[in-house]
């Protein structure tokens, strides 16, 4: 069945480390990942877009990598701050599909 | 990023009442929205797809007749929530994608609280 997972639902860091959030897909061959951040009662606020053929793409302190080869998204953000806390979603599309989210890691930074 | 409006942002109405709820595009033109749901704590679900100046798409255990969505033009997409009841108090947010600037990126409506008692 096809499956896509962001392996924490909760992730707790200290101000200033590094954040690093994973999403990981099983039977889709997604044309791209996106990111979104969302905060209570609102609705996503869309980051970064990847595609299949690109490994890396950064904007600001946010970095996110694509391994077509490990079905797998990793999204990092430098340097986090306590306003950087809120839940991120992974989402995919592929092929005609809508796009398809993850649960979402609800990320927590600790001043 | 591209702007997709939202409204109302919040409705409490009785029981058997109908509620509407309006996703704009701002600065694009949108030949595909999408509407989802969010319960609290869970991720967002999609409804269904509104194409515009067709029928909407709605996906598996979605009634239509109960979630009636109208795309009368490139901007506009209109939910209407019939005969409401409390299992329908929800989250809700729309979604379109902009094709206009890049890959199509998806940007998301603030969305609509609706609690129905």
């Known amino acids: 069945s096809q499956k896509i997972e962001q392996n924490s639902e909760a992730l707790n860091i200290q101000e200033g480390k590094t954040a690093t959030l994973t999403c990981n897909y099983t039977?889709?061959?997604?044309?791209?990942l996106q990111w979104y951040r969302q905060d209570p009662g609102r609705g996503p606020v869309f980051l970064l877009l990847?595609?299949?053929?690109?490994k890396e793409k950064r904007k600001e302190r946010l970095k996110v990598t694509f391994d077509t080869t490990l079905k797998q998204s990793l999204f990092h953000i430098t340097a986090s701050q306590p306003a950087d806390s809120a839940t991120y979603l992974c989402?995919?599309?592929?092929?005609?599909?809508?796009?398809?989210f993850g649960k979402g890691t609800r990320l927590s930074v600790i001043a | 990023g591209a702007v997709v409006s939202q409204h109302p942002s919040r409705v409490i109405c009785k029981s058997g009442t109908s509620v509407k709820i309006e996703c704009r595009s701002l600065?694009?033109?949108?030949?595909?929205m999408f509407w989802y749901r969010q319960f609290p704590k869970q991720s967002l679900m999609l409804m269904a797809t509104?194409?515009?100046?067709?029928?909407?798409?709605?996906e598996q255990g979605v009634e239509k007749d109960k979630f009636l969505i109208n795309h009368a033009s490139l901007t506009l997409s209109t939910l209407t929530v019939t005969s409401a009841h409390p299992e329908d108090s929800s989250f809700y947010i729309c979604?379109?994608?902009?094709?206009?600037?890049?890959?199509?990126?998806?940007?998301f409506g603030p969305g609509t609280r609706l609690t129905v008692l």
């Open positions: 509104s194409n515009e100046g067709s029928k909407a798409t709605y």
């Open positions: 600065d694009f033109q949108a030949t595909t």
């Open positions: 979604s379109a994608r902009d094709f206009t600037s890049g890959d199509g990126e998806q940007f």
């Open positions: 039977n889709y061959s997604p044309a791209y």
């Open positions: 989402a995919l599309i592929s092929g005609n599909t809508p796009l398809v």
């Open positions: 990847i595609r299949e053929n690109e």
